[in-house]
């Protein structure tokens, strides 16, 4: 979610575009964790949720793709913006391409932050 806007804003309408794509799926996030505490599925609004025995489909939504676009928007304005993020990002990328990654690794790589 966090690249398709970025690549939206690009393509489509700028920076501002791609932040207000980002409010909106902040406020839809909102929305459904709201209807899901109010269903007592309060498990599905983790973003690692205990999924043992349960359908996949059952406990299917929006929530990891807007809490991660969160997130990563999150560590943007960190590190200083968009451009220096996504630089480190895509060598990040380039120095992991067909490995596993463990977030403890990605925290050791990242800008100063953690």
């Known amino acids: 979610m ?3 806007r970025c690549l939206l804003g690009i393509v489509l309408g700028g920076d501002d575009y791609r932040k207000f794509h980002i409010y909106m799926g902040f406020a839809e996030l909102k ?3 709201g209807d899901m505490m109010a269903k007592g599925e309060v498990e599905f609004t983790k973003l690692k949720p ?3 025995g349960v359908d ?7 929530i990891p793709y807007e809490k991660g676009c969160l997130f990563l ?3 943007e304005n960190i590190v200083g913006g968009k451009d220096h993020f996504l630089s480190w990002l895509n060598d ?3 120095a992991n391409l067909n490995k ?6 990605m925290k050791k790589k ?3 932050v953690f």
Do not use: C, M, Q, W
Not at 100 to 105: D, E, L, Q, W
């Open 31 to 33: 929305r459904v964790v």
């Open 56 to 62: 996949p489909d059952e406990a299917f939504s929006i």
């Open 50 to 52: 205990n999924l043992l």
């Open 110 to 112: 990242f800008p100063t």
């Open 73 to 75: 928007y999150y560590l």
């Open 100 to 105: 596993s990654i463990s977030a403890n690794k």
């Open 2 to 4: 966090y690249l398709e």
């Open 92 to 94: 990040f990328y380039k």
